[in-house]
Each structure stands twice: as C-alpha cells, then as structure tokens.
C-alpha cells in the first residue's frame, strides 16, 4: 500500500493523484460526481491506452469491508454473461491515516436509463432487452460467493416487522439465498447495449431479491411494474420471492425517514406490502 503526502481530507486532490499513478489523463473541464457522504468522487478520463474510462475514488477510515471490496470482488468472479464495464485498474492507498481505493473502469457503453433509482416514465428498451436483463439476473445468481459476503443477513430480515408490523409473528425464515447484484434499480441499467452498473454491495440475498429491488422501484409507472412482475414471474411468485418483495418494502420504508426519494416512493412499498403480507 502506497502513502501519499497529499491533503488526504481533500478528495479531489486524492482523484488526481489516481489520475497520475494509474497512467490516466484528466479532461479538462468536467465535473467530478459526489457520492453519499462526499465519500466518493468519480468522473471521466482518458484511460493509458487512450480510450474513454471512469475513475471512481472512494475513501475510508479502514480498508475492509463490503463497500470495499465489491468491485474488485465483482471483477473476479462474475462471468462474461453479466453485462457490466470491465474493471481495468484498482490501485489502493493511503495518506495520514485515510485510506483511499481508485477504480478505472471501461466507460459504460450503453445509456444510463433514468437518473434516479426510481422509475418516473417508461424507459425506452426492447423486448430483446427485457430477456438480456433476465439472463444477465440468472447469470449474476449462478455467481459463486466469497465466504462472508452478503446484501443482507437474517438477523435483519428478522428485524423488519419493526417497519412492517403486519409481519409481526410471521414466519421470515429465507429457505434460498442467492447470489444477487444488491441494488438492481433504474439508475444502474443502462440500453443499447445493457449494462448493469454498480457492483459496491453485491452478495447473497434472498432469490428474487434483484427482481424485487427493480419491481420496487418500478411501482410509480404501472405499466413498467407490470412487465418486471411478468418477466421475472418465476422468482417472485415463490414462497422466498414475495419474502424478498417484503424486505425491500421495508428498505424503502426505513429510508424514508431519511431522504425524500423514499419517502415519495413510501406509498407505493405500503400498498405492495398489503399485497402480500399474511392476512
């Protein structure tokens, strides 16, 4: 691990000194992108080869954990069939007691297809992409884990009747956990070609989990809801899919007491929990 005698609470500076050590070339006047917390910074580059690549920096007080680890783990071992942009650096570091890990990725190819992860009008993909996205899902679910790595535990799914009382009692024991992309919204899908984007929090979660994430967000544009339940009938008509339809519910309830998006999309969970929650 490398030392750099930069500001390390300075992030755009850290950015830079990425640029610098991993050969890549800055372009002038884009801005760089925050992320949750100003924990990350990321924008475009010129790659040492000279085609267009994004370079993402995150910071950390340790240099550990799921957050940490996901991209490279992701790059490692999820096969050819997931669509995503390839990972071509990964450089760690660390600067008075802050540790920072860069990212160069692959430009992503496709268009992003919504700037939020909730959904507000119909995307505009083909019927060839709806398939593409349910292989790619299927691909992601057949990935091998690393020991350890998880979207959730059932220590927390047992606790989400404190969001959704109806479940109060009920049996949430989850009988099939797979392997699962942990935040297959609108905003890390891309057309033309797919792509899925963001693979931070990737591990196991309850089967259906991705399909249940993507249906959640869907809810506003019922016509777009509709086809997510249709084409992904398989995995949330099951006993653990309508379970991990519940625990995303609860997600969006719990972070609704903390940001608008969520709180706008809290009605939409409320009624799907009516849905399915035990009578």
Not at 49 to 68: D, Q, Y
Request: net charge negative; aromatic share 8%.
């Amino acid at each position: 691990m490398n030392s750099s005698t930069r500001n390390p609470h300075d992030l755009t500076a850290q950015w830079h000194h990425a640029v610098e050590y991993l050969g890549a070339t800055a372009i002038p006047g884009i801005a760089l992108h925050s992320g949750v917390g100003d924990r990350t910074l990321s924008g475009p580059v010129k790659a040492p080869t000279g085609g267009e690549a994004w370079l993402r920096v995150m910071s950390s007080p340790r240099p550990e954990g799921k957050i940490w680890e996901g991209a490279t783990l992701a790059e490692e071992v999820l096969s050819d069939d997931v669509p995503r942009p390839r990972l071509l650096a990964d450089y760690t570091w660390s600067a008075d007691g802050v540790y920072f890990r860069a990212h160069l990725w692959e430009r992503a190819r496709g268009r992003t297809l919504s700037d939020s992860p909730v959904l507000t009008s119909p995307p505009e993909v083909s019927d060839d992409w709806w398939r593409s996205l349910r292989a790619a899902a299927n691909a992601v679910g057949r990935a091998s884990l690393p020991p350890g790595r998880e979207v959730m535990t059932q220590a927390f799914i047992n606790r989400i009747p404190g969001f959704l009382p109806e479940l109060e009692g009920a049996d949430l024991t989850v009988g099939d956990w797979r392997t699962a992309h942990g935040d297959l919204h609108w905003a890390n899908l891309t057309a033309n070609p797919l792509q899925l984007l963001d693979w931070e929090g990737w591990g196991a979660a309850p089967a259906g989990y991705d399909a249940a994430v993507l249906l959640a967000y869907s809810l506003p544009v019922p016509s777009v809801s509709e086809r997510v339940r249709k084409e992904f009938a398989a995995e949330l008509v099951t006993l653990t899919g309508r379970l991990a339809q519940l625990v995303i519910c609860a997600e969006i309830i719990q972070a609704s007491e903390r940001d608008d998006l969520h709180a706008r999309l809290r009605p939409y969970a409320e009624n799907l929990v009516a849905e399915l929650a035990p009578q």
